[in-house]
Nanobody, 117 residues
Framework: QVQLVESGGGLVQAGGSLRLSCAASGRILNMNAMGWYRQAPGKQRELVAT???????NYVDSVKGRFTISTDNTKNTVYLQMNSLKREHAAVYYC???????????WGKGTLITVSS
């Protein structure tokens, strides 16, 4: 099994920054990719950013240039640096870990980000 634990959420003023962390533990050897998703009230969960084991990143268009995903393999942790936050970025952010063959997806419990004006 894989455990993913997010941290770093909270209340931030519009224009501010936050860094989310997701610590992975368990059977994570050869995990193919990790990522961040978010779910705002009344909306479906959506992709924010992913990073493969090889370091290839992918972002939803709305956060390109504003958010940065990275990993520290020595700590089995993936980060999401979020800058210039807007109210529309408020959501519960979930960490995701994926094995491709066979396909297995793991989720953290989420961390809430609230953006005040």
């Amino acid at each position: 099994q894989v455990q993913l634990v997010e941290s770093g959420g909270g209340l931030v003023q519009a224009g501010g920054s936050l860094r989310l962390s997701c610590a992975a533990s368990g059977r994570i050897l050869n995990m193919n990719a990790m990522g961040w998703y978010r779910q705002a009230p009344g909306k479906q969960r959506e992709l924010v950013a992913t990073i493969t084991r090889g370091g290839i990143t992918n972002y939803v268009d709305s956060v390109k240039g504003r958010f940065t995903i990275s990993t520290d393999n020595t700590k089995n942790t993936v980060y999401l640096q979020m800058n210039s936050l807007k109210r529309e970025h408020a959501a519960v952010y979930y960490c995701n870990g994926a094995f491709h063959i066979p396909l297995k997806i793991y989720w953290g419990k989420g961390t809430l980000i609230t953006v005040s004006s």
